[in-house]
């Protein structure tokens, strides 16, 4: 829209021009008529204006004298000299100050509107090409902690007050809908920036910082351009000083992501208001960290599970931000990779989205619960699954292997990384398969070799088939077997040979 200000000490050429203008089109608005150029000059610096349509003589300051002060102060504004034909002389001078154009005196409505229509299309260029700049810088500063002097400098806003606001969307289209619906209802001076997939940065400008009626506005307008959809937004206060811009952002995005705990379907806070309702937040993983591994261990699979939902009703009662869940399913995940050997395999491999996404992108708490549980069960029953299918198997070569290295010190973490279990599920797996433990295995077979040895070797002394069979310490092997046979291996010897 362009804004027209009419300068002219005619009062009924002023209104009639004002009039006719604003009859034209929607694309024009007069905001102003003045008498003379002093008037204008006066009242400018309250005036946001496009152009000034101005007589050249006037009382206190004329048209001529206008146009140099407007060039020299506010070179943006663009101007249109009007007179009658026997003042061309003036026009020649008007037109070396930078007036757009001289307009005879009956103004000739064709003539008027061509301009008009002129001076709005390079007025809008100009400003989709301004808007296209300032983009740049703007997400540049809102990813930047500390800013240089140089970007800051490049930055020109175009009303002294900003105001953040975070949108999050069900859909990309519905923050759409809502910016341009009140571009079009407010004739707004407003970047919109589109900082991921159906997350969205107003930053909003004004002459002063925004009141709690204004905010109260731009809510109810929000409501009515959803369309039904879930929007969730939140507002940061209103500042002036470009380098606090991130600061700015955070604290409207903050107000924003407290929209997954609210079940409504729009969502609209300020960062004020939700200072005064946060709580203090703690990390709840660490509580949960040993009873976790303990059932990942031995895939319990719904003790796990009950582990990650308690971790969801702690984070959930401290209204955590969706970093902080992030932060606490990342911690459960790293947890899981360290105990399961072939969770990385099986998770998340299924089409899922990254667990970032996923978080960032959710429209409840709920949600998110309800999707990290499901992939990481899905997880769980796949490896459980896979292990049952190689039980039999896992153990069958870890039985074999003992029968060909029984003279050599098992070691569990190796037998384990052997078959792709885990340490302590391959122990209790062998428990339930075997009956026995994998050390009582071990003597058991060991047991077993030295008996054929002291049967079939006689030549062997008795500390020679304790070192053949893994027990190198004569007192140990010879108490371990009469333990096990009941007699001692000389006894044993003899009874064989007999």
């Not at 009924?12 to 905001?31: C, D, H, P, Q």
């Not at 004739?187 to 997939?197: A, G, W, Y």
């Not at 261990?297 to 902080?324: D, K, M, T, W």
């Given at each position: 829209?362009?804004?027209?200000?009419?300068?002219?000490?005619?009062?009924?050429?002023?209104?009639?021009?004002?009039?006719?203008?604003?009859?034209?089109?929607?694309?024009?608005?007069?905001?102003?008529?003045?008498?003379?150029?002093?008037?204008?000059?006066?009242?400018?610096?309250?005036?946001?204006?496009?152009?000034?349509?101005?007589?050249?003589?006037?009382?206190?300051?004329?048209?001529?004298?206008?146009?140099?002060?407007?060039?020299?102060?506010?070179?943006?504004?663009?101007?249109?000299?009007?007179?009658?034909?026997?003042?061309?002389?003036?026009?020649?001078?008007?037109?070396?100050?930078?007036?757009?154009?001289?307009?005879?005196?009956?103004?000739?409505?064709?003539?008027?509107?061509?301009?008009?229509?002129?001076?709005?299309?390079?007025?809008?260029?100009?400003?989709?090409?301004?808007?296209?700049?300032?983009?740049?810088?703007?997400?540049?500063?809102?990813?930047?902690?500390?800013?240089?002097?140089?970007?800051?400098?490049?930055?020109?806003?175009?009303?002294?007050?900003?105001?953040?606001?975070?949108?999050?969307?069900?859909?990309?289209?519905t923050v759409c809908a809502c910016s341009d619906s009140l571009r079009q209802e407010k004739e707004l001076l407003?970047?919109?920036?589109?900082?991921?997939?159906?997350?969205?940065?107003?930053?909003?400008?004004?002459?002063?910082?925004?009141?709690?009626?204004?905010?109260?506005?731009?809510?109810?307008?929000?409501?009515?351009?959803?369309?039904?959809?879930?929007?969730?937004?939140?507002?940061?206060?209103?500042?002036?000083?470009?380098?606090?811009?991130?600061?700015?952002?955070?604290?409207?995005?903050?107000?924003?992501?407290?929209?997954?705990?609210?079940?409504?379907?729009?969502?609209?806070?300020?960062?004020?208001?939700?200072?005064?309702?946060?709580?203090?937040?703690?990390?709840?993983?660490?509580?949960?960290r040993e009873p976790l591994i303990r059932d990942l261990q031995i895939l319990n699979v719904p003790g796990v599970?009950?582990?990650?939902?308690?971790?969801?009703?702690?984070?959930?009662?401290?209204?955590?931000?969706?970093?902080?869940?992030?932060?606490?399913?990342?911690?459960?995940?790293?947890?899981?990779?360290?105990?399961?050997?072939?969770?990385?395999?099986?998770?998340?491999?299924?089409?899922?989205?990254?667990?970032?996404?996923?978080?960032?992108?959710?429209?409840?708490?709920?949600?998110?619960?309800?999707?990290?549980?499901?992939?990481?069960?899905?997880?769980?029953?796949?490896?459980?699954?896979?292990?049952?299918?190689?039980?039999?198997?896992?153990?069958?070569?870890?039985?074999?292997?003992?029968?060909?290295?029984?003279?050599?010190?098992?070691?569990?973490?190796?037998?384990?990384?052997?078959?792709?279990?885990?340490?302590?599920?391959?122990?209790?797996?062998?428990?339930?398969?075997?009956?026995?433990?994998?050390?009582?295995?071990?003597?058991?077979?060991?047991?077993?070799?030295?008996?054929?040895?002291?049967?079939?070797?006689?030549?062997?002394?008795?500390?020679?088939?304790?070192?053949?069979?893994?027990?190198?310490?004569?007192?140990?092997?010879?108490?371990?077997?009469?333990?096990?046979?009941?007699?001692?291996?000389?006894?044993?010897?003899?009874?064989?040979?007999?």
């Amino acid at each position: 829209m362009l804004r027209i200000v009419i300068v002219d000490d005619e009062i009924l050429i002023r209104e009639g021009l004002a009039r006719m203008i604003s009859k034209e089109s929607r694309r024009f608005l007069v905001t102003g008529t003045y008498a003379d150029g002093k008037q204008l000059l006066d009242a400018l610096p309250s005036l946001q204006i496009d152009v000034v349509i101005t007589d050249i003589r006037m009382p206190h300051v004329d048209g001529l004298e206008l146009i140099k002060q407007l060039k020299a102060g506010h070179p943006h504004i663009s101007t249109l000299l009007m007179s009658g034909f026997v003042e061309f002389n003036y026009a020649r001078e008007a037109i070396r100050s930078s007036a757009v154009d001289y307009l005879l005196k009956p103004i000739n409505k064709e003539q008027l509107f061509e301009v008009l229509y002129r001076l709005d299309e390079e007025r809008k260029k100009l400003r989709e090409k301004e808007e296209r700049h300032r983009s740049g810088l703007l997400l540049s500063l809102l990813h930047v902690e500390q800013p240089s002097s140089v970007l800051l400098s490049s930055l020109i806003l175009p009303q002294p007050y900003f105001s953040v606001f975070v949108l999050k969307g069900s859909s990309r289209d519905t923050v759409c809908a809502c910016s341009d619906s009140l571009r079009q209802e407010k004739e707004l001076l407003m970047d919109s920036l589109e900082i991921r997939k159906g997350l969205y940065v107003w930053i909003w400008y004004s002459a002063e910082p925004l009141t709690a009626a204004e905010l109260n506005s731009i809510g109810g307008h929000i409501r009515t351009a959803s369309g039904g959809q879930r929007l969730h937004a939140g507002v940061s206060g209103s500042c002036s000083d470009p380098s606090k811009l991130r600061a700015s952002y955070l604290e409207a995005k903050r107000a924003c992501d407290a929209g997954i705990y609210n079940s409504q379907r729009i969502h609209y806070i300020t960062a004020q208001e939700l200072a005064a309702a946060e709580l203090c937040l703690s990390d709840p993983f660490p509580a949960l960290r040993e009873p976790l591994i303990r059932d990942l261990q031995i895939l319990n699979v719904p003790g796990v599970l009950e582990h990650i939902h308690s971790l969801f009703s702690v984070l959930e009662s401290q209204r955590a931000c969706p970093g902080h869940i992030l932060r606490a399913c990342r911690e459960v995940e790293d947890t899981a990779r360290k105990e399961l050997q072939e969770f990385e395999a099986v998770y998340r491999v299924n089409g899922e989205p990254p667990l970032e996404e996923e978080i960032m992108s959710s429209m409840s708490f709920r949600e998110i619960e309800q999707a990290f549980i499901s992939a990481f069960s899905a997880a769980l029953g796949s490896i459980r699954v896979h292990r049952l299918e190689l039980s039999g198997t896992a153990i069958e070569t870890v039985k074999r292997w003992v029968s060909a290295h029984y003279n050599q010190h098992p070691d569990l973490n190796m037998l384990a990384g052997m078959v792709y279990l885990t340490p302590s599920y391959l122990s209790k797996l062998f428990k339930q398969e075997t009956g026995l433990t994998l050390t009582d295995y071990v003597i058991e077979i060991r047991i077993r070799k030295a008996k054929l040895l002291l049967k079939n070797a006689p030549d062997l002394k008795i500390h020679e088939v304790g070192a053949e069979v893994g027990y190198p310490d004569p007192a140990y092997f010879n108490k371990l077997f009469k333990k096990i046979v009941g007699v001692t291996p000389n006894e044993y010897k003899r009874i064989s040979l007999a």
